[in-house]
């Protein structure tokens, strides 16, 4: 069996979430707006990144460039896929958003003092999925958005994420994401040359509405890396154990629902609420007919 830690984070969640869309394949007919934006800003600073690794050169005066691809590519969601908004980031605000993540990163990267880890081909280490044996037939399947080098000679991956507000100091040293992001690539050490990584990481981009008032800490933010030391043999043997633990529900087919306290419920934000309360699947369409309407 093959498991990514996203997947295994929703079966923490929810095992019924995890059977809706992972076996049952479904989706919501209306997609929720930030997982699109955070798509197309992320495609828009990797695909900046790969090329910039291969020409050797990060240059800040790309953001003018990033911005347009940034433009084109939500055009082409927005064009092929209905959209749910919030009341604070809607139609007109979301693509402005975007456009200054994406120049604020072009901006802030070569301050960072970073570079990107090239494979044996020369190839940037840009979204490359790795797998590793982890005992009893799993295979663990995680893909890091970067390997990089800091000043200091340290590697770490790491991976952006798009989000209302900073994650907590503490988070990237508890993240599974972030520790199966490392299990991966101390798998893969000797074959990239890299050795084991040093550390973990989280870069951020803050997605906040873009203020009448423009002041500091206003609106969209693109944050330095949150660090985090590398993981410890015992919280990869409890993160792997634990994996194992999920593998075994999954192969029992065990899903029950899992709604939570009432103040803390993830049924608030699930897309599945109504089929798994009340037997009601408007609303939602298999995954693969979705791709062909979008098509």
Not at 10 to 35: D, G, H, I, K, W
Not at 157 to 181: G, I, M, N, R, Y
Not at 207 to 216: C, D, H, M, R, Y
């Amino acid at each position: 069996m093959v498991i990514r830690p996203t997947s295994a984070l929703t079966f923490e969640t929810c095992p019924r979430m995890y059977y809706y869309r992972e076996v049952a394949q479904l989706q919501a007919e209306t997609a929720s707006v930030n997982l699109k934006f955070g798509g197309s800003v992320h495609k828009t600073v990797t695909d900046w990144l790969t090329e910039s690794a291969r020409r050797g050169v990060f240059d800040p005066a790309d953001g003018d460039t990033l911005v347009h691809r940034f433009r084109k590519d939500w055009s082409h969601i927005t064009r092929n896929q209905a959209l749910e908004y919030s009341s604070t980031m809607g139609p007109d605000m979301v693509p402005k958003v975007g456009e200054r993540l994406v120049k604020q990163f072009a901006e802030q990267w070569p301050h960072w003092g970073l570079g990107i880890i090239l494979d044996h081909q020369g190839e940037p280490m840009v979204e490359r999925r790795l797998k590793a044996d982890i005992g009893g037939g799993l295979i663990l399947s995680s893909q890091p958005d970067t390997l990089v080098m800091s000043r200091q000679r340290q590697v770490f991956p790491l991976d952006f994420k798009t989000a209302a507000s900073p994650c907590e100091e503490w988070f990237p040293d508890v993240s599974d994401q972030l520790t199966a992001q490392q299990i991966v690539l101390d798998a893969h050490a000797e074959e990239l040359g890299t050795g084991l990584v040093d550390e973990v990481a989280f870069g951020e981009l803050i997605k906040k509405a873009i203020p009448k008032t423009e002041g500091p800490g206003k609106g969209p933010q693109v944050l330095a890396p949150k660090k985090a030391p590398r993981r410890d043999r015992r919280k990869v043997r409890e993160y792997v154990e634990k994996i194992h633990w999920i593998a075994e529900d999954i192969a029992a087919e065990r899903f029950p629902a899992r709604p939570g306290s009432a103040f803390n419920s993830p049924c608030k934000m699930c897309d599945y609420r109504r089929l798994c309360h009340h037997d009601d699947d408007t609303g939602l369409v298999r995954k693969s007919f979705a791709a062909q309407k979008a098509a």
